[in-house]
């Protein structure tokens, strides 16, 4: 089975739900399980990210490091506050808007052909970062994947929004 990750940008009063009421992390990565009492609250978040399965790629490449890295890029993937159960890879994890905002300020300094150029596949697999087969892989998607997640950072600090971040 994949592992693949989602980024979700989702209003300052959900992350307070949430933190509040971790079973409605449910509502939100599926939505068949919505009721009417949730219906409002989940309708303030947006469609996530799916970045599959190039999050370990990007989460080694911002921070050098295989798992949790204490750096301001380290909260890009793997970061926030661990809320609610084990979805089967992990905990859910929240970041707050201002944790938001500096990420995206964070990322805002760094160039996707800058990001790129960290890409180094003989030292991905040395590292074992998922999904492994780096040299054999065909990985320009990774710097797009890059794109993608800053420029999905970037809109969810211009919207004041959080984040939830999550494996499945």
């Not at 939100?28 to 609250?41: G, N, R």
């Not at 190039?54 to 970061?79: K, M, N, R």
């Given at each position: ?156 600090a211009a919207q004041g929004q959080g984040m939830l971040l999550y494996l499945l």
């Amino acid at each position: 089975m994949s592992m693949i990750a989602y980024l979700q940008q989702i209003s300052p009063a959900l992350v307070e739900a949430i933190q509040g009421n971790p079973s409605l992390l449910e509502t939100l990565i599926d939505s068949a399980t919505e009721t009417p009492e949730t219906e409002e609250l989940s309708a303030t978040a947006t469609v996530a990210l799916d970045i599959d399965k190039d999050w370990h790629g990007l989460h080694y490449l911002l921070t050098g490091q295989a798992w949790e890295s204490p750096g301001i890029l380290g909260q890009v993937i793997l970061g926030g506050q661990e809320v609610g159960d084990d979805l089967g890879y992990g905990a859910a994890r929240l970041l707050t808007s201002e944790q938001v905002q500096v990420v995206a300020q964070a990322l805002s300094h760094l160039s996707t052909d800058e990001f790129a150029a960290k890409f180094n596949p003989s030292q991905l697999n040395e590292a074992d970062i998922y999904p492994g087969n780096w040299e054999e892989a065909d990985r320009p998607g990774l710097a797009e994947s890059y794109e993608n997640v800053a420029s999905y950072y970037q809109d969810a600090a211009a919207q004041g929004q959080g984040m939830l971040l999550y494996l499945l």
